[in-house]
C-alpha cells in the first residue's frame, strides 16, 4: 500500500463547476500538506500549504485537512478552463523535510 | 512566490555523453535543494537531496556515480547525469526550500538521450 493515495484520473468537469480533489494517506506522522499544480512539461507549483488540521482558503482554491481521517481535499470553485492541470497532493512529517507524494489527479475543465 | 529557475529546459544528447543540469533560487537562499525525477504519467520520485556545503543523500536505488550532484553555494545546485543512455531519457525537477516546509519547484528539463 503507497503511503499515500491519489487517484489519478482524468477527472472532466465543465466550465464553472466546483471541483473535489482528494488524497488519503495513511502515516499519522504526516503534519504538513501541500497541494500542487503541474501543468505539462512544466515543474510542479505550489498552489497551497497546510499545518495539521482545518482549512484554507487562497482565492477560488480551498484546502482541507482531516488528520483523524487521514484525508485531505482541494477544492476549486467557479473553474475554468485554465485549471486544466495535474494536481498533486504533497505531505511531510514534522522533523523530515522530505515530501512524500501522490500520483497527480489530471484534471480536464470542459468550456 | 520564490523563483527557482532550472537550466536547461531542453536537451539533446548523445549516448554516453555527460549533461549539466542547474537549478538556481533566485530571490532566496536554498539550503536544501531536491532532485526529482518524472516518467510519464507518474509522481515525481525523488532522486536526491543535498545541502548547501554537504554531499547529497541520495535515494535507494539511484546510482550517485551516475548521477553526480554538487550544492556548492545556497543558490545553486547541478545534477550531471554522466554517460548518459537512452533509458536515462526522462524529465528532471529540481526544488529548493529554505529550510521551512514550501518547496519551490523549476521548470524542469526534458533530457533526451539518442
Known amino acids: 500500500q503507497k503511503e499515500v493515495e491519489q487517484d489519478p484520473g482524468p477527472l472532466s468537469v465543465p466550465e464553472g463547476a466546483i471541483v473535489s480533489l482528494n488524497c488519503t494517506y495513511s502515516?499519522?506522522?504526516?503534519?504538513?500538506f501541500m497541494w500542487y499544480r503541474q501543468y505539462s512539461r512544466k515543474g510542479p507549483e505550489l498552489l497551497m500549504y497546510?499545518?495539521s488540521s482545518g482549512n484554507k482558503e487562497d482565492g477560488r482554491f480551498t484546502a482541507q485537512v482531516d488528520k483523524s481521517s487521514k484525508y485531505i481535499s482541494l477544492f476549486i470553485r467557479d473553474s475554468q478552463p485554465s485549471d486544466s492541470a495535474t494536481y498533486l497532493c504533497?505531505?511531510?512529517?514534522?522533523?523530515?523535510?522530505?515530501?512524500?507524494w501522490g500520483a497527480g489527479t489530471k484534471l480536464i475543465i470542459k468550456p | 512566490g520564490a523563483v527557482v529557475s532550472q537550466h536547461p529546459s531542453r536537451v539533446i544528447c548523445k549516448s554516453g555523453t555527460s549533461v549539466k543540469i542547474e537549478c538556481r533560487s533566485l530571490d532566496f537562499q536554498a539550503t536544501t535543494m531536491f532532485w526529482y525525477r518524472q516518467f510519464p504519467k507518474q509522481s515525481l520520485m525523488l532522486m536526491a537531496t543535498?545541502?548547501?556545503?554537504?554531499?547529497?543523500?541520495?535515494e535507494q536505488g539511484v546510482e550517485k556515480d551516475k548521477f553526480l550532484i554538487n550544492h556548492a553555494s545556497l543558490t545553486l545546485s547541478t545534477l550531471t547525469v554522466t554517460s548518459a543512455h537512452p533509458e536515462d531519457s526522462s524529465f528532471y525537477i529540481c526544488s529548493a526550500s529554505q529550510g521551512e516546509r514550501e518547496a519551490f519547484f523549476g521548470q524542469g528539463t526534458r533530457l533526451t538521450v539518442v
Open positions: 497546510t499545518y
Open positions: 504533497a505531505m511531510s512529517g514534522y522533523s523530515n523535510y522530505q515530501l512524500i
Open positions: 543535498s545541502n548547501e556545503g554537504s554531499k547529497a543523500t541520495y
Open positions: 502515516n499519522s506522522a504526516f503534519q504538513y
